[in-house]
């Protein structure tokens, strides 16, 4: 079983940072890619953020510039450091791992962390 556990949500001015957390644990065969989706209230679910095993990364363009998506592979944890923030970047932030396993591809979610950005 493969379990991922978010940190590093909370309440920040605009123009402030967060710095996400996700660190994965478990029977991990092998990645594919990590990334960073979010849910504000009353909308879907968007990918924000992504780096794949071979290091390149892709960001959803309201992000760009603004957000970096790293990993740290000795400690099994990808972070998402979130700059210059805005009221309309307060969601839910959910970490992705996408897997190649012997039985096929598996994908798993975090539990999730709020971030909220208000005055």
């Known amino acids: 079983q493969v379990q991922l556990v978010e940190s590093g949500g909370g309440l920040v001015q605009p123009g402030g940072s967060l710095r996400l957390s996700c660190a994965a644990s478990?029977?991990?065969?092998?990645?594919?890619?990590t990334g960073w989706y979010r849910q504000a209230p009353g909308k879907q679910r968007e990918l924000v953020a992504v780096?794949?095993?071979?290091?390149?990364?892709n960001y959803a363009d309201s992000v760009k510039g603004r957000f970096t998506i790293s990993r740290d592979n000795a400690r099994n944890t990808v972070y998402l450091q979130m700059n210059s923030l805005k009221p309309e970047d307060t969601a839910v932030y959910y970490c992705?791992?996408?897997?190649?396993?012997?039985?096929?591809?598996?994908?798993?979610w975090g539990q999730g962390t709020h971030g909220t950005v208000s005055s």
């Open positions: 478990g029977n991990i065969f092998s990645i594919n890619a």
């Open positions: 780096i794949t095993s071979g290091g390149s990364t």
């Open positions: 992705n791992l996408d897997t190649r396993t012997p039985w096929g591809r598996k994908n798993y």
